[in-house]
């Protein structure tokens, strides 16, 4: 599936505010229709705040999705080998679903927290606008290699799990989300990328391809998120370690286990404190 068209009847940044559109985008249940209306979605030029906007009112049901794939406990969800091609399916469509829940993440840090510089909203928007990149290409791939759709398989909601515990507090959100959830891609992915190898073949190898723009993108959602925890921390008064390890437990954080991507989280933006931390957590 390539970037979705821009639907004549997609609102415009002139006609709407920019969260009231994010909110718009989270909202809409139909995939194709959703990536499209966060591909048209457009910062409006630096003379006009976005941080002004008034919060739009909440929907009762967040986020908007399509009724497949069936959600399932994280421990239910089958293992599935990569030497078989439908195994690589699963592998692919369970990455993908994890990129249809980060659209949705970074749409929700744009509608919900109000009061926050303008440059935050830029900043989710440009990684909701990623993420929905993303999916294309994995569903891309899922469709045209692999014979399968978004969907497919069950999928579990882990992700947008933590969006709801930390909805009313936007230090959480911003610690436990892509510095802590995201950021496990960053370590996932080059050994995920290892087993596609060793499989070799064209669909395996093309999957590697993809998981390389993922892991070049998500380096940068990463610092996102660790740029305004840092922010949000000293605006606050908090020591940003010491922080992290109230929240964690506070909202029952998973216990993070190696081995670490190390030289990507501290492209990052990790500190070297932080990094020793991981250093002392189990691998395996």
């Not at 997609?10 to 505010?17: E, K, S, V």
């Not at 421990?75 to 592998?91: C, D, I």
């Not at 990149?133 to 579990?156: I, M, W």
């Not at 840092?230 to 370690?241: I, M």
Request: a negative charge.
């Amino acid at each position: 599936m390539g970037a979705p068209g821009r639907p004549g009847a997609l609102p415009t940044i002139l006609g709407m505010a920019l969260r009231s559109l994010a909110l718009q985008a989270l909202c809409e249940p139909d995939v194709e229709q959703k990536l499209a209306l966060t591909l048209a979605l457009q910062a409006p030029p630096a003379t006009v705040s976005i941080a002004s906007e008034a919060t739009p009112p909440a929907p009762a049901h967040l986020p908007g999705r399509p009724a497949r794939p069936e959600l399932i406990d994280p421990a239910q969800v089958p293992q599935r080998s990569v030497h078989t091609p439908e195994g690589r399916a699963a592998l692919v469509h369970a990455i993908c679903h994890i990129e249809f829940n980060a659209i949705n993440l970074a749409l929700d840090a744009v509608w919900r927290f109000d009061g926050m510089p303008d440059a935050f909203y830029r900043d989710w928007l440009r990684v909701a606008r990623e993420e929905a990149y993303h999916f294309s290409l994995l569903h891309d791939h899922l469709r045209t290699r692999l014979s399968h759709a978004y969907g497919d398989f069950p999928a579990h909601d882990g992700l947008w799990a933590m969006c709801e515990k930390t909805q009313g507090d936007i230090t959480a959100r911003m610690a436990l989300v892509p510095r802590t959830l995201e950021a496990r891609g960053l370590d996932a992915t080059p050994l995920i990328q290892r087993k596609l190898r060793a499989v070799g073949t064209p669909d395996a190898l093309a999957a590697c391809d993809i998981l390389d723009i993922i892991l070049r993108d998500e380096i940068g959602h990463v610092a996102i998120g660790n740029h305004w925890y840092r922010w949000l921390c000293q605006r606050d008064g908090l020591e940003p370690l010491a922080h992290y390890r109230v929240l964690a437990r506070q909202y029952g954080a998973p216990r993070l286990k190696g081995p670490f991507n190390t030289t990507a989280r501290q492209q990052a933006g990790f500190t070297a404190d932080e990094l020793a931390a991981l250093a002392d957590t189990p691998t395996g």
